[in-house]
């Protein structure tokens, strides 16, 4: 019965109704649910799922048994005490969310300005900062495999061998894939590495890397390259040159860093009102023995 009162009550909501009303919604035991406090409640919960509860008193109970649980937990913290750890973490975390609290408030103090003409201007002044893409390169490459540890000299000689036939026409960079390359995922490809490099990029090998970047044009090889995977030969396919992006591109980027900074600066002002006062009264006594106090 009091369970269909309940299902009634929030059914119906009175029209107009006080937010502050001190009305009380649930009622079990020592727990009590104001009107006031279901009210915000209801707004976390998605509106697929309120529509839902309206008419569904299986979804309803559901939903209202998610409200109450976790309340009735946290009622259990009142029974700890300051000599209790329990109590301390239970404080400490009301101090950090209403401190996350008020800060957002606060730095609704500090709406954002209208920033465009700035980021204009730091674009103007440091272009390649804010717009630079860096060169690609795209490669293929014929995989002599040798796990670390091994010694690779002889495949070395082989790979020098092959080198040779390459940039003197004897033998077709596709021929040597097919003959030599023990990379199943590119050998399938031509060799090729299907994808952009820029110089360092951290996916891929740092010898592999500079290797490819000192091949003066596409078509030309580097020498033989060691990686952890083996030997490489590695072919120059083509070249993306670097370029500085127009602003248009790079605008959302510059606003973001300015904005960022304007938030750092706010932030650190409204810090500023909260920093230990002169007229603070400090037990330097007490502080002393309890930093001297070992920590576990």
């Known amino acids: 019965m009091i369970l269909a009162m309940m299902f009634c009550t929030i059914a119906q909501p009175t029209l107009g109704a006080d937010p502050s009303s001190d009305v009380i919604v ?21 509106e697929s799922v309120r529509k839902l509860a309206q008419d569904d ?53 500090y709406p954002v300005p209208d920033f465009k003409a700035l980021a204009l201007e730091r674009y103007t002044l440091q272009p390649e900062k804010y717009g630079l893409v860096p060169e690609e390169r795209k490669g293929s490459h014929i995989l002599f495999r040798s796990p670390p540890g091994l010694d690779r000299e002889p495949l070395r000689e082989k790979a020098t061998n092959v080198l040779a036939e390459l ?5 077709t960079f596709t021929e040597a894939v097919e003959l030599y390359s023990e990379d199943p995922g590119t050998a399938k ?19 592999f890397s500079e290797a490819l970047f000192a091949v003066d044009q596409p078509g030309l090889y580097s020498e033989v390259t060691d990686t952890q995977f083996g030997l490489h030969i590695i072919r120059l396919e083509a070249i993306k040159p670097s370029r500085i992006q127009e602003f248009d591109e ?15 600066l706010a932030q650190q002002e409204i810090n500023s009102r909260f ?18 106090q070992p920590t576990q």
Do not use: C, H
């Not at 299986?58 to 946290?74: D, H, N, S």
């Not at 959302?252 to 750092?264: D, H």
């Open 250 to 264: 790079v605008k959302s980027k510059v606003l973001t860093e300015i904005v960022k900074e304007y938030r750092t």
């Open 57 to 109: 008193p299986g979804t309803r109970y559901e939903l209202l048994t998610e409200i109450v649980l976790p309340r009735k937990k946290a009622a259990l913290a009142s029974a700890f005490n300051p000599s209790q750890d329990e109590y301390w973490e239970l404080r400490f975390a009301e101090i950090a969310a209403r401190q996350k609290i008020i800060s957002t408030k606060l730095l609704a103090e």
């Open 275 to 292: 920093l230990i006062s002169e007229d603070a009264e400090i037990d330097v006594e007490a502080l002393d023995r309890l930093f001297a």
């Open 26 to 46: 649930i009622k079990d035991g020592e727990l009590e649910i104001t009107e006031q406090e279901m009210q915000y409640a209801l707004k976390l919960v998605p």
């Open 189 to 207: 490809k031509g060799g090729l590495l299907d994808r952009w490099i820029t110089y360092g990029d951290p996916s891929i090998s740092p010898p």
């Open 167 to 171: 940039r003197s026409g004897a033998v």
